[in-house]
């Protein structure tokens, strides 16, 4: 299903609408320079709010890693699923403001910093 939909979208002109009929679902999918951000929705769902959603969810990644690259999603990926869980819960949108998916996806990477160098200050205790 997701090669299907990866060269149902690749193969597609430029100028043409971003919604695809797919078997019983939509594809809604929105290009950013060489990214291509891709959702499956069903027949019932608004595309334009699933279009909403992509955009924010790319405004997110620019902001948290400075203009988003491949790079970034490829080595960052962990990082990447941490803002979309932020953004969706379940399949619906959660949080909708930048800032704040911004400040938590922060508090958890620093979180995440002190944890490791924690880590490595404390000594180990006990024998195995």
Do not use: W
């Not at 950013?32 to 891709?38: D, E, M, R, T």
């Not at 499956?40 to 690259?69: P, Q």
């Not at 403001?97 to 404390?122: N, P």
């Amino acid at each position: 299903m997701i090669r299907d939909i990866t060269s149902l979208v690749l193969s597609r002109p430029h100028k043409q609408c971003n919604f695809i009929e797919f078997k019983e679902k939509k594809i809604v999918y929105k290009r950013y320079a060489s990214l291509y951000f891709i959702a499956c929705i069903s027949k019932d769902e608004n595309e334009l709010i699933t279009l909403e959603a992509i955009h924010l969810f790319v405004e997110v990644l620019d902001r948290y890693f400075g203009n988003v690259c491949e790079l970034d999603i490829i080595f960052n990926f962990h990082k990447a699923y941490y803002i979309l869980d932020e953004l969706f819960i379940g399949g619906y949108q959660q949080e909708s403001s930048k800032k704040e998916i911004l400040r938590i996806c922060t508090q958890q990477e620093d979180y995440m910093d002190e944890s490791k160098e924690e880590g490595f200050a404390r000594p180990r205790t006990g024998t195995r």
